[in-house]
């Protein structure tokens, strides 16, 4: 049986204190990790099966430092044509990522000077009772989507290039659906992959999906109410620094991970294909 197995121990921050301490000697690239959480989540394992979400955010920095990444491959991976649909599975917001950072830079500072005999120093042999004993906390290094209780998805249509993202499922029942469709663009291509056309951007971004919902709907039972959004200027006319926008750090076929305009972070897992 793995380590991360629910069967291992009865107290989940003791699995999880066996997780971070294996993961610490075994070469788990910050992918490894971030891949791990769509394999927890589509087989339905329970938390101490999941990377710790401290590990989670930890490995999103990683990975956004990392320059060697093809970001080229990007939107195809995360856009199909009729749709590629992507369940949130993680969020951290801003403080979280920002105490991140400066974690991450104290701790490389203190490998530099000690010639690596030092580890990270993140605290992580307590942070598993802390979470435990102090729920609130929980907020410092992000939190797993429950999608039993909520569930978040996005769909990119690579075909048409528009975004509908919405909640599907509420406390997990479909009674209330809410959505917002609208176009997106990648790097300031409103167009097609294949298109040349730039729209809305006379530089080129890294890896930035900018959107604009453009009509909301809301499904309670069997009604459904469509409300069109108004917009000043058209989409393709409008600067992407006055859009909401995600920059995505990694996407392959398992999981995307980007940050937002607000500097929060947010992990998704690719779900089957319908």
Not at 20 to 37: G, H, K
Not at 123 to 128: F, L
Not at 243 to 269: E, N, Y
């Given at each position: 049986m793995g380590i991360l197995s629910p069967g291992n121990s009865c107290f989940p921050f003791l699995a999880r204190l066996r997780s971070?301490?294996?993961?610490?000697?075994?070469?788990?690239?910050?992918?490894?990790?971030?891949?791990?959480?769509n394999v927890a989540v589509t087989e339905g394992e329970e938390d101490t099966a999941k990377p710790p979400p401290e590990t989670v955010l930890?490995?999103?920095?990683?990975?956004?430092?990392?320059?060697?990444?093809?970001?080229?491959?990007?939107?195809?991976a995360l856009a199909g044509t009729p749709g590629r649909r992507w369940e949130l599975?993680?969020?951290?917001?801003?403080?979280?990522?920002?105490a991140a950072r400066k974690q991450a830079g104290k701790a490389r500072i203190r490998r530099a000077s000690d010639d690596g005999g030092v580890k990270d120093g993140?605290?992580?042999?307590?942070?598993?009772?802390e979470r435990l004993l102090l729920p609130w906390t929980r907020l410092r290094d992000g939190l797993y989507i429950d999608s039993k209780l909520v569930s978040a998805v996005q769909n990119f249509d690579a075909g048409t290039m528009v975004n509908?993202?919405?909640?599907?499922?509420?406390?997990?029942?479909?009674?209330?659906?809410?959505?917002?469709?609208?176009?997106?663009?990648?790097?300031?291509?409103?167009?097609?992959?294949?298109?040349?056309?730039?729209?809305?951007?006379?530089?080129?971004?890294?890896?930035?999906?900018?959107?604009?919902?453009?009509?909301?709907?809301?499904?309670?039972g069997p009604f459904k109410f469509d409300q069109p959004i108004p917009e000043e200027l058209p989409f393709d006319q409008t600067p992407i620094r006055d859009?909401?926008?995600?920059?995505?750090?990694?996407?392959?076929?398992?999981?995307?991970?980007?940050?937002?305009?607000?500097?929060?972070?947010?992990?998704?897992?690719r779900m089957v294909d319908s």
């Open positions: 971070m301490e294996v993961s610490s000697r075994l070469d788990i690239t910050a992918v490894d990790t971030l891949r791990a959480v930890k490995a999103i920095l990683e990975a956004q430092r990392d320059q060697t990444a093809d970001k080229s491959l990007f939107l195809e599975a993680y969020i951290a917001g801003k403080p979280a990522v920002v993140n605290d992580s042999w307590y942070r598993p009772l509908k993202n919405g909640v599907y499922r509420l406390l997990n029942g479909e009674l209330l659906q809410t959505t917002v469709e609208g176009p997106f663009s990648w790097n300031g291509n409103c167009d097609p992959p294949n298109s040349k056309v730039v729209c809305n951007s006379k530089r080129k971004p890294s890896s930035v999906c900018a959107f604009r919902p453009t009509v909301a709907t809301f499904t309670v859009l909401p926008f995600f920059k995505f750090i990694h996407v392959d076929d398992k999981v995307a991970v980007a940050m937002g305009r607000s500097g929060s972070v947010a992990l998704w897992t």
